[in-house]
């Protein structure tokens, strides 16, 4: 009973969970089962849980006392198959809490599938005693055999049902634990597959999610069934699907499910959803998914055969449907924060400029974990003209090129990567003809004027047209990897001059540049640390492994395609970090 005290304590989030039990008889003392386990409830909160036994109904208490001082109790009676009372399910805190609908109604469907399993327990003991009487009877006289035959076989189909009825108690188990931390509703819908394709054995199933008066099915497979095989097309809340009517009436509808018990929810018509129109179903289930605030959906079961759904069917499919819908709630709400997140992150990567004479091409991957957004950006923007000096047409001056890591892979870092870009790109407005170690020393110094906690590294390099198709490359490099520079020939070389990374709590110093001349044909290859940092690997061998890819990599493939190979044979298998590539080519006359 312990394990109902533990998820009763989870789901309303208390300290303390019991099960009690009423006394067998007028000299036995009742029996408690805590969880945590080993703890002993207070006697003002088993004299609680008395008076839920005498009135027979559940009891809220948000101020209760007793020597150790004020407590909140809520508990709920566990009643038996001919409504005698067995007992208690009950929490305590010792923070005055305001009960609510929900407390209860969660509390009650646990106390619903702990009094199934305690009256599982009980016909167990029923099963035993027929079979030993069966066996006596057998031995007693040749001529009660066919009665004790008809006594066993009774007896088993009765173990039969208790042992469906305790694979039912174990479902609910597993639904609390397996859905409590999904991650998306691709996730949801696949954990719910899996929990009732081994117990409840439906042929289908289908989410339905509301979206603007709309439902939108989200197909789920059972037993390796391909997923899109149903109409997957939205319909109307306000239409006549038996699936609509659940969402609209918040109530579980059965159809063409032959039920005796509640048969008011029984309905015969059209299938329950239009998924459903296509297969040959006999009986369905919908679900109302409750949420926070309010009807988030329905989850629909479907047979191929008659499923009788009783009263104990009935509460295990409603309670998996609150489980469910617990997940498809967390679900919702951490696909928006993505979206809203990757939003953010794209907006603020740069669309390329196009220049003559230079091909560019850049390709970002974000972190698979925490907001799947990051502080890795990538850069390119024409120069302001140095003082005196005429500018060009546009497409053909001087260029800024950055490729930088702001530490982190969340919203935070995001936020503080659009400053920094944008910081950088003003340095370089404000400092026309300089180098871009002025830039960047000008960044470092206004991130600590203005206290922005910005930490991380960053390469930014003015690259300039010499004529005959060369370009003069001027890079500062702030802790980054180094970049590579491969010639039209194959020949690679690594850019590692570097200084010291970016951070807030370091005082600005003076940067370094160095500078290489770009032949036609040459290819320079920026980077950030998450295309060849991996657990468990070196960083060198990863780095050399790249620089091998980009020396045998075709002179005259695409540099997006060159950028997605190198990606592909480099990049970890976990994107643990965000990864950017930036590349760009000198073209050849």
Request: hydrophobic letters at 40%.
């Amino acid at each position: 009973m312990n394990r109902f005290a533990r998820l009763a304590t989870r789901l309303l989030a208390a300290p303390l969970g019991l099960v009690w039990l009423r006394p067998a008889g007028e000299t036995a003392g009742a029996v408690s089962e805590c969880w945590p386990i080993g703890t002993s409830p207070d006697p003002a909160v088993l004299a609680c849980c008395r008076r839920v036994a005498e009135e027979g109904r559940p009891r809220l208490l948000s101020h209760a006392e007793d020597e150790s001082g004020a407590f909140a109790f809520a508990g709920v009676p566990l009643v038996g198959g001919s409504g005698e009372l067995l007992g208690v399910l009950a929490v305590t805190d010792h923070d005055l809490r305001a009960w609510g609908e929900d407390d209860l109604r969660d509390l009650s469907d646990l106390a619903a599938a702990c009094s199934a399993q305690m009256r599982m327990r009980k016909r167990s003991a029923t099963v035993r005693q027929a079979r030993e009487a069966a066996e006596d009877a057998a031995q007693a006289a040749e001529d009660a055999a066919q009665a004790a035959e008809d006594a066993a076989q009774a007896a088993e189909g009765e173990a039969t049902r208790v042992h469906e009825l305790l694979n039912r108690s174990e479902l609910l188990l597993r639904a609390s634990e397996d859905l409590a931390d999904t991650s998306g509703l691709d996730d949801v819908r696949q954990r719910v597959g899996d929990l009732v394709s081994g117990d409840l054995k439906p042929a289908c199933i289908d989410l339905v999610l509301v979206r603007q008066e709309m439902l939108h099915p989200v197909v789920s497979p059972v037993d390796g069934e391909p997923p899109g095989t149903g109409v997957a097309e939205p319909f109307a809340l306000a239409s006549d699907w038996p699936v609509a009517r659940t969402v609209r009436e918040n109530r579980m509808i059965v159809v063409d499910g032959p039920s005796e018990e509640g048969g008011a929810d029984a309905v015969a018509g059209p299938p329950a959803t239009p998924a459903f129109a296509s297969r040959e179903l006999v009986t369905a289930a919908c679900l109302p998914l409750r949420g926070t605030h309010g009807i988030l959906g329905a989850l629909v079961l479907g047979w191929d055969a008659a499923y009788g759904i009783g009263v104990d069917e009935r509460a295990v499919l409603t309670t998996l449907a609150g489980y469910t819908a617990q997940a498809v709630e967390r679900a919702l709400h951490l696909d928006e924060r993505i979206t809203v997140a990757r939003g953010l992150q794209t907006a603020m990567l740069t669309d390329l400029p196009d220049v003559s004479g230079l091909e560019l091409s850049a390709l970002y991957r974000p972190a698979a974990q925490d907001d799947m957004v990051g502080g890795d950006w990538y850069d390119a923007y024409p120069l302001p003209s140095a003082p005196g000096t005429a500018a060009g047409p546009p497409g053909t001056g001087a260029l800024a090129l950055t490729v930088g890591d702001i530490t982190g892979h969340d919203m935070r870092a995001a936020a503080l990567m659009g400053q920094v870009r944008s910081m950088l790109r003003q340095a370089d407005q404000d400092h026309p003809g300089e180098g871009p170690e002025q830039a960047l020393g000008a960044l470092e110094r206004a991130c600590r004027r203005l206290d922005l906690p910005a930490s991380g590294t960053a390469v930014h390099a003015h690259l300039t047209p010499r004529g005959e198709g060369h370009w003069h490359l001027r890079w500062t490099n702030a802790g980054h990897p180094a970049p590579l520079l491969v010639t039209a020939d194959g020949t690679v070389e690594s850019l590692d001059r570097h200084d010291v990374l970016l951070h807030h709590a370091l005082p600005p110093g003076p940067r370094t540049t160095d500078s290489r001349s770009l032949p036609p044909g040459s290819t320079l290859l920026l980077y950030t640390d998450g295309l060849v940092e991996e657990r468990g690997e070196d960083i060198e061998d990863n780095v050399d492994r790249l620089a091998r890819r980009l020396a045998a990599a075709p002179r005259g493939v695409p540099l997006d395609e060159l950028l997605r190979a190198l990606l592909d044979a480099v990049g970890p298998r976990e994107a643990l970090d965000d990864a950017v590539l930036f590349a760009v080519r000198v073209a050849t006359p």
